[in-house]
């Protein structure tokens, strides 16, 4: 069994070290700080409004967040968050992803990988393992489309309350959902949440955490774009 690095609080993330930067979308959109992630971009929680007040500049307002937040289970069944992964050639990597997905202390998810080809090879070989989980489903494009298509094709495929995006070579703590859930549920005004990350390598070992320069509060999109503009969070 490989090392992981040294143990981290359950609200911390992994993101691999070796992807580009990406751009996100302007609907609810959640950074996350319980995911292990394997680039230096941000892992997207995109939830859908949930019809909360606005802020005064007419737009919704961002979430900071350092992990003190929980929900409780209500006994429903019904999926309240999409979790989409767009993949692409990953297959190892994409078996950890799913992982973490289905050791989720919140329950109340759907998962649909979005394979950006034709579909079957290593990376269906790796998926297919989990597709007895009636709440996981493998739908290829069948033909290459390219990383933004295929994560606007992630959106149009979901219909729960909140979407989260999972990249295919990141992973998530058993309580990334149930935590941010209870964020935008607890802050309808709210678009989305964001935090900070644990960056690992390859092989898991960590490389050390990042935070964004920010205290726990709701932010306006006034305040929120301005640390976009020169914090870059």
Partial sequence: RRSRGPALPDWLGERRSNAEPTTVAPVALLDLRS?????PRSARFQG???GGPEDAAGSLQAY??????SVEADGRSEPLVDVCIPA???????VEAIASVKAQTFERWRLTISD????GEEVGAAVAPFLSDERIRYLPTWQRIGEMLNWTRCLEL???RYVALLHDDDRWHPSFLERRVA???????CGFVFSGTNRIDHEGRSLGTWSPPVT???YSSREFARLLLEANV
């Fill in 158 to 160: 979901s219909e729960a």
């Fill in 216 to 218: 726990e509060r709701v």
């Fill in 35 to 39: 995911e292990h992630a394997r680039s």
């Fill in 183 to 189: 964020v935008l549920e607890a802050h309808p005004e």
């Fill in 116 to 119: 950006d080809g034709p579909g």
């Fill in 88 to 94: 692409y050639k990953r297959p190892g990597y994409i």
């Fill in 48 to 50: 859908k409004p949930a």
């Fill in 64 to 69: 900071s967040m350092s992990g003190t937040t």
